[in-house]
Structure formats: C-alpha cells, structure tokens
C-alpha cells in the first residue's frame, strides 16, 4: 500500500484544517487507517482510527471534539478535519494503514499499522 498525505500547513490557533490521505496499490477499502503525530521531539502517538467500513472511529482524548476522521472508499482517501486547532497540535501528521482486512475493531497500536504515508506538517501559532 502506498500512501500519501497532504493538507498540512501554517494556520493561527482556533483555526481549521483538513488533512486528507490517498491510498494505492491494494483494497483500500478493506483497510482500517490511522492518524498518528509526532511533536518535536516527541513520541509518535495515535491520533485518530477508523475501520474499514467508518462504522467505528477512536478519538484521542486531546483532540475529542474537535477532530473528525472519515473516508471515502470510492476515493481510496481517508481524511482528518481538524477544527479549534491549539498550538499543540503542531507536529508531523501522518496516516498508516492497518492490513487486517475487514476487521470490526479499531486499531489503537501504533505497531500494528503496517504502511505508513510520509507526513505533511502542521503547525498551529499562537
């Protein structure tokens, strides 16, 4: 599966941005995906996931409410609408693509996720 991410950028806090993330190469639509970032000099830690179907999504508790992911399987593209965006939101985004195929649960680990895209930056100023 080959991955890529775009829409990241500069954008003041309270501000808005829409990352989106196509996919290639495989069924995407039987994929679970993942949002993941990576502050500066920070671990990278899960985001957002989403199963196969969107009928499931997991939030992390810092971006509850303000985050939403989805997908379009038609477009092979899973996307990530940031709103109420905070200065620490700032870090490298990236989206990873869980092959289980099919699977109901959503996946949390980041060691699970077998593919991942090349990060877009996002960078939220105060």
């Known amino acids: 599966v080959q991955l890529q991410a775009s829409g990241g950028g500069l954008v003041q806090a309270g501000g808005s941005l829409r990352l989106s993330c196509s996919a290639s190469?495989?069924?995407?639509?039987?994929?679970?995906m993942g949002w993941f970032r990576q502050p500066p000099g920070k671990e990278r830690d899960i985001v957002a996931a989403i199963t196969w179907s969107g009928g499931s999504t997991y939030y992390a508790d810092s971006v509850k409410g303000r985050f939403i992911i989805s997908r379009d399987n038609t477009k092979n593209t899973v996307y990530l609408q940031m709103n109420s965006l905070k200065p620490e939101d700032t870090a490298v985004y990236y989206c990873a693509a869980d092959t289980t195929y099919y699977s109901d649960y959503v996946e949390r680990a980041l060691g699970k996720y077998d593919y991942w895209g090349q990060g877009t930056q996002v960078t939220v100023s105060s």
């Open positions: 190469g495989r069924t995407f639509s039987g994929l679970g």
